[in-house]
């Protein structure tokens, strides 16, 4: 008699939650999904998407397809897609995506380049 039915879920999201009361002083790496909440002391890439939460701080460059900052963000930014900039968001670095959206209130202290996304 078994325990346990023989059934395999298979998760087609990754997705990597940083809380709050995390540090991380390095470069973080992530094929799919990031959302921090806490401080990064490096850089973040290959990222399919990162949300800077409204009390983060990353002092480091991203490198993703989108990202949306609501927090504080130190460093450079390039995404394939978009970059979304909130009205609490504060960004200090250069920037480079194919879409940006920043709204009103917004903090944009930096280079931005739009290009088309190359595939």
């Known amino acids: 008699m078994a325990l346990f039915k023989d059934k395999i ?6 997705e990597t939650y940083l809380s709050a009361d995390v540090i991380v002083k390095g470069d973080i ?18 990222a399919k998407f990162v949300l800077v939460g409204k009390n983060a ?5 991203i490198s ?4 949306r900052i609501e927090g504080e963000v130190h ?4 995404a394939l ?3 979304q900039i909130s009205e609490s968001g504060s960004l200090n670095g250069d920037l480079k995506s194919s ?21």
């Not at 879920?9 to 990754?14: G, H, I």
């Not at 094929?31 to 921090?36: A, D, L, M």
């Open 81 to 83: 897609e978009s970059v």
């Open 64 to 67: 993703c397809e989108k990202c």
């Open 75 to 78: 460093g450079n930014i390039y």
């Open 57 to 61: 701080k990353i002092s480091g460059n």
């Open 9 to 14: 879920v298979e998760l087609n999201v990754s």
């Open 99 to 119: 879409s940006v959206n920043m709204e009103q209130g917004a903090r944009f202290n930096g280079k931005c380049i739009m290009e088309p996304a190359v595939k």
């Open 29 to 46: 790496a992530v094929k799919g999904q990031i959302r921090v909440d806490g401080c990064v002391n490096g850089n973040i890439s290959e």
